[in-house]
């Protein structure tokens, strides 16, 4: 969680980071988002947004963020756990929701906000060869951000962040011996 004097100024946003198992293991669900969005045009995202009034908490934009933009029904979302707030150089406080998908997802992109809809295997993004640092500059300074190389497409930014805190927290847990867990 941000400190409160972390968040003045911010406006608050949900992110889900949503999570579907396959034969092959589990995949991470991500957007490319359009070039007619205000801001991050082109990225890589997971499902989120800004909080609305009509949002009792956050956990309830981040499935509603999920149904406008790819269309999963927020019944068809088991809450997993929330990881740490982070703070975004687009000037929101986000909270990062973990979602497993109950039933086989049928994406329908909304054609403005979202350019495609893709999965990502969890065991690419621990594969060390698959991470990395992207350096990028904000406002005249210098800022670094880690990052995954999947394929032709580099996963940076806040998503790049969320994904990093994500594993931070599963990698030991895949690793550990069954006495250890």
Do not use: N
């Not at 687009?90 to 906000?113: D, K, M, N, W």
Request: aromatic share 6%.
């Amino acid at each position: 969680m941000l400190p409160t004097a972390s968040r003045q100024g911010l406006r608050e946003g949900a992110v889900l980071l949503l999570l579907r198992a396959t034969p092959a293991g589990y995949v991470i669900v991500c957007t490319r988002r359009t070039d007619a969005v205000a801001t991050h045009k082109g990225q890589i995202a997971l499902p989120g947004g800004a909080r609305e009034p009509g949002d009792a908490t956050l956990w309830e934009t981040a499935l509603r963020e999920a149904r406008e933009e790819i269309g999963i029904a927020p019944a068809t979302v088991q809450y997993l756990g929330v990881l740490d707030d982070l703070a975004t150089t687009s000037g929101y406080a986000l909270t990062p929701f973990v979602g497993r998908l109950t039933s086989e997802p049928r994406y329908v992109p909304q054609p403005r906000e979202v350019a495609e809809v893709f999965e990502v295997a969890l065991a690419q993004l621990l594969d060390p060869a698959s991470q990395t640092i992207v350096h990028y500059q904000r406002g005249g300074v210098i800022l670094s951000s880690p990052a995954f190389v999947v394929g032709q497409r580099v996963i940076w930014g806040v998503t790049g962040r969320v994904l990093a805190g994500f594993l931070s927290v599963v990698s030991p847990l895949l690793v550990a011996t069954p006495a250890e867990r």
